[in-house]
T-cell receptor, first 116, second 113 residues
Framework: AQKVTQAQTEISVVEKEDVTLDCVYETRDTTYYLFWYKQPPSGELVFLIRRNSFDEQNEISGRYSWNFQKSTSSFNFTITASQVVDSAVYFCALSEARRSQGNLIFGKGTKLSVKP | NAGVTQTPKFRVLKTGQSMTLLCAQDMNHEYMYWYRQDPGMGLRLIHYSVGEGTTAKGEVPDGYNVSRLKKQNFLLGLESAAPSQTSVYFC????????????FGPGTRLTVL
């Protein structure tokens, strides 16, 4: 069965610390897609990144980086030199190719608090 | 481009009342979704539509109905609201398929007393 686990419910760091948000997924599909979304205190969901199952290259975008490892079914998200504006709930999500409707299966989210 | 909009932003209902949540998108997307977000539960799919005139059930469809009469609109109805339907409701749309990211509306916070 498909599932996304974000074991860290809440994380609190001090500004400028690095922080890694964990995401572990389960799927029987060989083709699937992984996503990260950010939900700031204002409530909207903001798309951060997409990765397909055939592309295990890590990705870096500014202070954000993602580590995708199929061997451990993980798609972890690291924020380097965190800032107060990074405070949000972060969701990891999975979409399976066999599900033509394309809906996302979300983890329960990790609430990140960055204190000044 | 407004993206995905939702009406209303907030609503309080009494048990047994009905209401309709409206989602509109101006990106010409084929696929649209309704999710609900509850504390500690992430987002769960209620219903979805892969095109105008089509709808299908998601993970938690009970107590809800939907309609997609126009491509740009996706309506979520509660016929007889229950306290268990107190939640934040998000609408999303995408071009289609599994690869494309979904664009989300700002959410509707619904309280059922």
């Amino acid at each position: 069965a498909q599932k996304v686990t974000q074991a860290q419910t809440e994380i609190s760091v001090v500004e400028k610390e690095d922080v890694t948000l964990d995401c572990v997924y389960e799927t029987r599909d060989t083709t699937y897609y992984l996503f990260w979304y950010k939900q700031p205190p204002s409530g909207e969901l903001v798309f951060l990144i997409r990765r397909n199952s055939f592309d295990e290259q890590n990705e870096i975008s500014g202070r954000y980086s993602w580590n995708f490892q199929k061997s451990t079914s993980s798609f972890n998200f690291t924020i380097t030199a965190s800032q107060v504006v990074d405070s949000a709930v972060y969701f990891c999500a999975l979409s399976e190719a066999r599900r033509s409707q394309g809906n996302l299966i979300f983890g329960k989210g990790t609430k990140l608090s960055v204190k000044p | 481009n407004a993206g995905v909009t939702q009406t209303p932003k907030f609503r309080v209902l009494k048990t047994g009342q009905s209401m309709t949540l409206l989602c509109a998108q101006d990106m010409n997307h084929e696929y649209m979704y309704w999710y609900r977000q509850d504390p500690g539960m992430g987002l769960r799919l209620i219903h979805y539509s892969v095109g105008e005139g089509t709808t299908a059930k998601g993970e938690v469809p009970d107590g809800y109905n939907v309609s997609r009469l126009k491509k740009q609109n996706f309506l979520l109805g509660l016929e007889s609201a229950a306290p268990s339907q107190t939640s934040v409701y998000f609408c999303a749309s995408t071009r289609g398929g599994n690869y494309n990211e979904q664009f989300f509306g700002p959410g509707t916070r619904l309280t059922v007393l």
